[in-house]
């Protein structure tokens, strides 16, 4: 993959990272399920009161480890294109080229916040241009 798909795909990588990140958190609650049972006590007062009861679905257990073991697959190639990524933005050849990556890419930001945000008389046109024309370099 170049370093152009990359960068198109970034924001998406980073959105589905967190959707994966949820995902696997939810497994790993569904694997831990308990009941509320009554008891009392074994000594007077012989008081009613609430004990939580931990069990585990076997069966369940073992479908929900291999889902998570799918979903940290992809987690685990995401962190990889991620940190490949950001290891490129780091590449370039100026301060200014590796800001305007980094705020269109990994900040995420419009070209016209990434323009505010280099300030120095930067526009939304010529930060455009600049990216752009780096983009078409390296293709060369």
Same mark, same amino acid.
């Given at each position: 993959?170049?370093?152009?798909?990359?960068?198109?795909? !970034?924001? +998406?990588?980073?959105?589905?990272?967190? *959707?994966?990140?949820?995902? $696997? =958190? +939810?497994?790993?609650?569904? *694997? *831990?399920?308990?009941?509320?049972?009554?008891?009392? =006590?074994?000594? /007077? /007062? #012989?008081?009613?009161?609430?004990?939580?009861?931990?069990?585990? +679905? #076997?069966?369940?257990?073992?479908?929900?480890?291999?889902?998570?073991?799918?979903?940290?697959?992809? !987690?685990?190639?995401?962190?990889?294109?991620?940190?490949?990524?950001?290891?490129?933005?780091?590449?370039? /050849?100026?301060?200014?080229?590796?800001?305007? #990556?980094?705020?269109? !890419? $990994?900040? *995420?930001? =419009?070209?016209?916040?990434?323009?505010?945000?280099?300030?120095?008389?930067?526009?939304? +046109? =010529?930060?455009?241009?600049?990216?752009?024309?780096?983009?078409?370099?390296?293709?060369?």
């Amino acid at each position: 993959m170049t370093l152009k798909e990359c960068l198109l795909q !970034y924001c +998406d990588m980073q959105v589905e990272i967190r *959707n994966l990140e949820k995902r $696997i =958190s +939810d497994l790993e609650k569904k *694997n *831990n399920e308990y009941s509320m049972v009554q008891a009392s =006590s074994l000594e /007077p /007062p #012989f008081c009613l009161h609430e004990i939580k009861i931990s069990h585990i +679905d #076997f069966k369940k257990a073992k479908e929900i480890e291999k889902q998570k073991c799918i979903l940290d697959e992809r !987690y685990i190639k995401l962190l990889e294109l991620q940190t490949k990524v950001e290891e490129e933005i780091s590449k370039l /050849p100026t301060s200014r080229l590796r800001m305007i #990556f980094e705020f269109k !890419y $990994i900040d *995420n930001l =419009s070209w016209q916040q990434v323009a505010w945000k280099i300030g120095n008389k930067a526009t939304e +046109d =010529s930060i455009k241009k600049e990216h752009y024309r780096y983009l078409e370099k390296i293709d060369c």
